[in-house]
């Protein structure tokens, strides 16, 4: 066994999903080239999934067993949503420490948590408190030929418009900013700004955050040096031509994110969080609770997860 | 010259984009093979174009002329917005007349409009109103493989979630339901219907209008007997997957229909005006001023317009 950079902790998620499905199914096509990860989790949840486990006490044991079996560093908890969140706390640490390289989580029920007492409305919010990360983390979802970040993310559509200002746009670029220079390999990296109405309000007719928010972050971002453009009409934004001028779009809700990403591939999506002090990747999936123990769900997008995690950990030192 | 159906009315749309230009190139494309139609405009806008005009007097003069020339049938006004504005009410009475088979409008700014005192924010509501339409006009983009309609089109972002209202989900489905039958061959449509927040609200923890109002209209749609389904979370409604399970995606807002669409295809897609008595499509782009006189101007999703057009003549008989 060789030195190898430290393995990926792949935490369980809801158990009730699809998640130890797609984590077995992700190990028996990565076991021999990698890269090696191991499994937070409770162990039970893995048994008549057809793959062999070995337990393990730390992270440095998984690479020597990775070919044979899953490493599974056990999470115990009262209830199943304690163990899906102790697993991302466990892995978390372990990636503060260096023991792991890099963290890809897998999907979690917000209701589900929610429901069981937990105070973060998803992934992103619970690792920015976790790391006493000193900036606002934020959510990046990536295709192969597309990035997108959204301003706000897991808030009703009604309330986006108050929730943009001029700081939380200047704030969110100065993150991706830096995670595209740093991670992504782009030198000068190129951020086009989405409009928040049709048209991009057309000259205010149909609305004026354009005039009033979006424009003057703009300005600031461009005034810090930044290559930025905007804001493009929304409907604009995604075209295949517009799409090759960018390396991220920047947009203001949810749904403008997700749905053209979602649109043009829907099996390789990764989730990825900037602004934390650690590397994180998830699926860009739900938890599938509807197809889970049915053998049928698809590891696509966590596997896409785990490759871009280890390329990204592949550029970084230690934390 | 046989007795073919009548004409396509072709208008001018804004002076000052590439309407003109996408005319002359369209009429270069289809006057062998149509289908046939004739400009409404000031015919000093087609000058320079590099094609032959004819001027006619009225609609049933074009077949015979189209092959050698792009009959014109001109419209005067005081200023360019008035004849853009004029050459949508001619185009409108001829069909409304029987004189041409559909309309088909190349693109205006409405914020010149706006200025020149227009009272409608769109082709649509002017249409619905000239036509004496008895409901609402519903806007239909179309590519290959996709149909969306939003419920509400050219309004700020922060006012849709107020302007939702079953009333309204319902008599959009209503229109879109009985056109999908008389004009695009389905037998029985398919319609799937957007939610409005990330994740379809999530069960009410990321808001509640999927709850108080769509789930609701769709329950009303169900038991008037269509085939119709949703709330779907907005980013899983447009996968490849998604997309061949329906006929059209019932969406709520402007961005959240053409986003996708546009992602997936910005070079064919078709405006269609659903509930007028007369047809009408339109390119479904801007008015370009920016590229305007360069000879650069892109005519497919003019020509796709027209064919569409043809296409949804053919099929229905005089108005």
């Given at each position: 066994?060789?030195?190898g950079?430290?393995?990926?902790?792949?935490?369980?998620?809801?158990?009730?999903?699809?998640?130890?499905?797609?984590?077995a199914?992700?190990?028996?096509?990565?076991?021999?080239?990698?890269p090696?990860f191991f499994?937070?989790?409770?162990?039970?949840?893995?048994?008549?999934?057809?793959?062999?486990?070995?337990?393990?006490?730390?992270?440095?044991?998984?690479?020597?067993?990775?070919?044979?079996?899953?490493p599974?560093?056990?999470v115990?908890?009262?209830s199943?949503?304690a163990?899906?969140?102790?697993?991302?706390?466990?892995?978390?640490?372990?990636?503060?420490?260096?023991?792991?390289?890099?963290?890809?989580?897998?999907?979690?029920?917000?209701?589900?948590?929610?429901?069981?007492?937990?105070?973060?409305?998803?992934?992103?919010?619970?690792?920015?408190?976790l790391?006493g990360?000193?900036?606002p983390?934020?959510?990046?979802?990536?295709?192969?030929g597309?990035?997108?970040?959204?301003?706000?993310?897991?808030?009703?559509?009604?309330?986006?418009?108050?929730?943009?200002?001029?700081?939380?746009?200047?704030?969110?670029?100065?993150t991706?900013?830096?995670?595209?220079?740093?991670?992504?390999?782009?030198a000068?990296?190129?951020?086009?700004?989405?409009?928040?109405?049709?048209h991009?309000?057309e000259?205010?007719l149909?609305?004026?955050?354009?005039?009033?928010?979006?424009?003057?972050?703009?300005?600031?971002?461009?005034?810090?040096?930044?290559?930025?453009?905007?804001p493009?009409?929304?409907?604009?934004?995604?075209?295949?031509?517009?799409?090759?001028t960018?390396?991220?779009?920047?947009?203001?809700?949810?749904d403008?994110?997700?749905?053209?990403?979602k649109?043009?591939?829907?099996?390789?999506?990764?989730?990825?969080?900037?602004?934390?002090?650690?590397?994180?990747?998830?699926?860009?999936h739900?938890?599938?609770?509807?197809?889970?123990g049915?053998?049928?769900?698809?590891?696509?997008?966590?596997?896409?997860?785990?490759?871009?995690a280890?390329?990204?950990?592949?550029?970084?030192?230690?934390?």
């Amino acid at each position: 066994v060789t030195a190898g950079p430290a393995p990926l902790a792949l935490t369980c998620g809801d158990l009730a999903g699809i998640g130890p499905e797609i984590s077995a199914k992700a190990w028996s096509r990565r076991r021999r080239d990698g890269p090696c990860f191991f499994w937070l989790g409770d162990p039970a949840a893995l048994k008549g999934l057809g793959v062999p486990m070995a337990p393990i006490s730390a992270p440095h044991e998984a690479p020597a067993l990775f070919t044979e079996a899953l490493p599974v560093l056990p999470v115990t908890g009262q209830s199943p949503a304690a163990v899906t969140i102790g697993a991302i706390a466990a892995g978390t640490r372990l990636v503060l420490d260096g023991q792991a390289s890099a963290l890809v989580t897998n999907p979690i029920s917000k209701k589900s948590l929610a429901d069981a007492g937990f105070a973060y409305p998803g992934h992103t919010e619970f690792l920015g408190a976790l790391t006493g990360s000193p900036v606002p983390p934020v959510m990046m979802l990536a295709i192969p030929g597309l990035r997108v970040v959204p301003a706000t993310v897991h808030v009703p559509l009604a309330k986006v418009p108050d929730l943009l200002s001029e700081k939380l746009l200047v704030e969110t670029a100065r993150t991706l900013h830096a995670a595209l220079k740093r991670d992504f390999g782009c030198a000068v990296p190129r951020i086009a700004v989405a409009g928040l109405n049709p048209h991009a309000g057309e000259q205010g007719l149909l609305g004026t955050e354009e005039q009033t928010i979006i424009a003057p972050a703009i300005a600031a971002m461009t005034a810090e040096g930044m290559n930025v453009w905007g804001p493009v009409p929304p409907d604009a934004l995604f075209t295949p031509r517009a799409r090759e001028t960018y390396d991220a779009a920047l947009c203001l809700y949810h749904d403008q994110a997700l749905i053209p990403l979602k649109a043009l591939d829907v099996d390789h999506g990764v989730n990825v969080t900037l602004g934390l002090p650690i590397i994180r990747t998830s699926p860009d999936h739900g938890i599938a609770a509807d197809i889970a123990g049915k053998g049928i769900a698809d590891p696509a997008s966590l596997l896409a997860a785990l490759d871009l995690a280890a390329r990204m950990a592949a550029g970084r030192g230690p934390v």
